[in-house]
Nanobody, 123 residues
Framework: QVQLVESGGGLVQAGGSLRLSCAASGRTFSSYAMGWFRQAPGKEREFVAAISWGTVSTYYADSVKGRFTLSRDNAKNTVYLQMNSLKPENTAVYYC????????????????WGQGTQVTVSS
């Protein structure tokens, strides 16, 4: 069982930066692939980024490549999503997810979810 708690969301102007954190409970954190998804009002949850359990590989949605960076610290049971050059269209609730089956671009590929953190980017 893994519990995930996101933090770091907030209101930022376009072009600004935020760093989201996802703290996980559980001794087997390092065995999980970790992903970030986001959901804007009236839209489906969409993939943002993911990182494999061994921190070897990271994966990004085309819309965030070059602007977002995902990292994990297994010693702290935490993953970080650094978001730079934010745009108004990045406004959404951002969710952290953990999965035992490896990195997935689909929400169905993850076993555990956090409660989400709101990111609002003003123009």
């Amino acid at each position: 069982q893994v519990q995930l708690v996101e933090s770091g969301g907030g209101l930022v102007q376009a072009g600004g930066s935020l760093r989201l954190s996802c703290a996980a409970s559980g001794r087997t954190f390092s065995s999980y692939a970790m992903g970030w998804f986001r959901q804007a009002p009236g839209k489906e949850r969409e993939f943002v980024a993911a990182i494999s359990w061994g921190t070897v590989s990271t994966y990004y949605a085309d819309s965030v490549k070059g602007r977002f960076t995902l990292s994990r610290d297994n010693a702290k049971n935490t993953v970080y999503l650094q978001m730079n050059s934010l745009k108004p269209e990045n406004t959404a609730v951002y969710y952290c997810a953990a999965g035992l089956r490896g990195v997935s671009y689909s929400p169905d590929g993850y076993n555990y979810w956090g409660q989400g953190t709101q990111v609002t980017v003003s123009s």
